[in-house]
């Protein structure tokens, strides 16, 4: 017998990244943090093209804003095999979540 399903729709913020993340994206992160408003926030990397080293510090230091001060879960969409590689390395999963 099978069980009744249900989808649940849960709020959520949805943020679309583009274009190389670097130390130029630090005003744009900043803005990012600030317009979290529900408990979970999906960000979607597909347009990405790189990120270099200050890019990965930016998203560590908002990553971690967004979990302590807004208690949010953080989950990255559209990740290549470079960024899984790069956030993997650096620490970036131990703050957000890729998707599956």
């Known amino acids: 017998m099978e069980r009744d399903r249900a989808i649940v729709d849960v709020p959520h913020d949805l943020f679309s990244m583009e ?23 999906r960000i979607d990397f ?35 095999q470079m960024h899984t590689m790069l956030f993997k390395m650096t620490g970036v999963f131990l703050l957000a979540t890729p998707s599956r």
């Open 19 to 41: 274009g190389v993340i670097d130390a130029q994206s630090e005003r744009l992160l900043k803005e990012l943090t600030a317009k979290v408003a529900h408990p979970l926030v």
């Open 46 to 80: 597909s347009r990405v093209s790189r990120i270099n080293s200050m890019g990965i510090a930016l998203l560590l230091r908002s990553f971690k804003e967004i979990r302590e001060t807004k208690k949010a879960e953080i989950r990255l969409e559209g990740l290549t």
